[in-house]
C-alpha cells in the first residue's frame, strides 16, 4: 500500500483535524494527554508565535490518516551555526513527545515511517535538521526511523533525556505501602501526627463539575494553585506558572479543557481552611499524571506535599488505576516511592548538505571527543549553556539500530 504525506502549515487546517486526529491517538500504542489535539492547540497559542507549523499528515490510499508527526519550523543557532529546524511541538511544559501511528501492521508502519523521512529529505536545503524532544526510548517510531533515516543518507544523533520515575498500581493500598522504606513510613506519620495537632487537615479534589463549583470556580481555584505553586522555590527562581502569562494561559486552557472531559484533578491539602499543599493532576487512560505541584514553605516542616501525594496514590489504588507518572525528571523524593523509570531520549536527524553535517560534525563528533578535556568541557559548558551559540539542549549518538537508543546514548554522552 502507498501513503502520502501532507505538510499542514495553515492553523484553520490544523483546527478542522481534531476528530481525526484524536481518533488516531485512541487507536495509537501512544494514546497520552500530551499528544492529544486539544493539548497541541492550547500549546501552540501560548508558545506558538515565532514559529511555523510544520504538522505531518500520513494519509492511506483511500485517505485515511494513518500517521501524524506533530512538527513545527523554527529558526536557531545550533553549535553556533544558524539554522533551520524541524522540532517536536514541544518544550519543557510538554512531558513528553511522540508520533502518532495506527493499528497498522508491522510493514505497514515501516512504509509510514520511510514515507514521512523520505518527505524530510526532500526538504533538503530548506530543513537542516530534525529535533525531537523527550521521546520515550522505546517508542515504536524511534525505533523504525533512525535505521530508514540513515538508509537515506541522512546522519542520526541520541542524547538522553527526562528519566521520570512511574508507579505501577497493582493490589493493594496497604501492600504496596508496606514496600516503601520503614523510615519513610515513620516520618510520614510524624509528621501528620504533627500538622494535625495545629488544627484541621483535610484533602480536597477539584474536577471542574458543578460540585465543585464549576467552570466559574475553575479559575479561582487554578489561581489559589498557581499561587501556592510560586511560595517556594519556583517563585524566586522565576520558573513559577503564574510568573509568566503564556504559560499561565496554556495551564488555564488545558485546565479548562480536561474539565470538560473528565480528566481533571485539582488537590489541595488544607489546614483550618488554608490550603498549603497543591497537586494539578490528570487522569486519562486510567494512568494518574501529576503535571505541576507545590505547597507553602511556612509549613515545610511537615511535608505537606509528600503528605498529599500520600492521600493522591493512596486514592488512586482505592480507584484500581493502572499507574502514576510522576512526568518530569527523577528527584530523590520521587524515588522513594518508586525504582520504575521511564527513560526518554532526544532524537536528532541531519540532513544532507554541507551545513548540516558540519552541525553533527561538531555537535555529535568534536564536542564529545572535546569532553575528554577537563579544561574545554569548562570552557564548552560556559559558551554554549545558555547563549545562542548553545547545544540546543543536548549532545549524542550514532547507534546501529538493533542497539538499545537509551544505553547507546548514555555511552555516547559519557
Not at 484500581?320 to 526518554?344: C, I, N, S, V, Y
Not at 545562542?388 to 546514548?409: I, V
Request: glycine letters at 6%; one cysteine or more.
Amino acid at each position: 500500500m502507498s501513503y502520502r504525506v501532507e505538510e499542514i502549515s495553515d492553523y484553520t487546517v490544523f483546527v478542522s483535524l481534531e476528530k481525526e486526529w484524536n481518533a488516531l491517538l485512541a487507536a495509537s500504542p501512544t494514546n497520552a494527554p500530551f499528544l492529544r489535539h486539544e493539548w497541541f492547540r492550547a500549546w501552540w497559542k501560548a508558545f506558538g508565535r515565532g514559529r511555523r507549523l510544520a504538522l505531518l499528515a500520513v494519509r492511506s490510499a483511500d485517505d485515511t490518516l494513518v500517521a501524524m508527526a506533530p512538527l513545527m519550523e523554527e529558526r536557531g543557532f545550533r553549535v553556533g551555526i544558524p539554522c533551520r529546524i524541524w522540532t517536536s511541538m514541544s518544550n519543557d511544559h510538554s512531558c513528553r513527545f511522540d508520533f502518532l501511528i495506527g493499528p497498522v501492521s508491522d510493514e505497514a508502519r515501516v512504509r509510514i515511517v520511510e514515507a514521512l523521512a523520505a518527505y524530510l529529505a526532500q526538504r533538503t536545503p530548506r530543513v537542516h535538521l530534525l529535533e525531537l524532544q523527550d521521546l520515550p526510548a522505546d517508542s515504536p517510531f524511534l525505533a523504525l526511523l533512525l535505521p530508514v533515516a540513515r538508509r537515506l543518507g541522512q546522519k542520526t544523533g541520541l542524547r538522553p533525556g527526562l528519566e521520570t520515575p512511574i508507579v505501577p498500581i497493582e493490589g493493594t493500598w496497604p501492600a504496596y505501602y508496606e514496600s516503601v522504606s520503614g523510615h519513610l513510613r515513620r516520618n510520614l506519620r510524624r509528621r501528620r501526627r504533627q500538622l494535625e495537632e495545629q488544627g484541621k487537615v483535610e484533602t480536597v479534589c477539584v474536577t471542574g463539575d458543578a460540585h465543585s463549583g464549576g467552570p466559574a470556580r475553575l479559575i479561582d481555584h487554578l489561581r489559589e494553585g498557581f499561587r501556592i505553586e510560586a511560595m517556594a522555590w519556583k517563585g524566586s527562581a522565576g520558573t513559577a506558572i503564574r510568573e509568566n502569562e503564556a504559560w499561565a494561559g496554556f495551564y488555564q486552557a488545558w485546565a479548562e479543557t480536561a474539565a470538560e472531559r473528565g480528566w481533571l484533578r485539582l488537590y489541595f491539602l488544607k489546614l483550618n481552611g488554608r490550603p498549603i499543599a497543591f497537586y494539578f493532576t490528570l487522569v486519562y487512560g486510567q494512568k494518574l499524571y501529576y503535571l505541576k505541584l507545590g505547597y507553602d514553605p511556612a509549613y515545610a516542616r511537615y511535608s505537606p506535599g509528600i503528605l498529599l501525594h500520600q492521600e493522591i496514590l493512596a486514592a488512586a489504588f482505592d480507584e484500581k488505576l493502572a499507574e502514576l507518572d510522576f512526568l518530569g525528571p527523577t528527584m530523590t523524593w520521587k524515588e522513594d516511592w518508586t525504582r520504575k523509570m521511564r527513560p526518554h531520549v532526544w532524537v536528532y536527524l541531519f540532513q544532507r548538505g554541507i551545513l548540516p553535517q558540519t552541525v553533527y560534525l561538531i555537535k555529535f563528533k568534536w564536542f564529545p571527543s572535546l569532553k575528554k578535556i577537563a579544561w574545554v568541557n569548562r570552557l564548552q559548558r560556559r559558551l554554549f549553556a545558555k547563549g545562542p551559540l548553545g547545544l540546543s539542549p543536548k549532545p549524542p549518538s550514532t547507534l546501529p539500530p538493533q542497539q538499545d537508543p537509551l544505553e547507546e546514548a548514555k555511552k555516547e554522552a559519557a
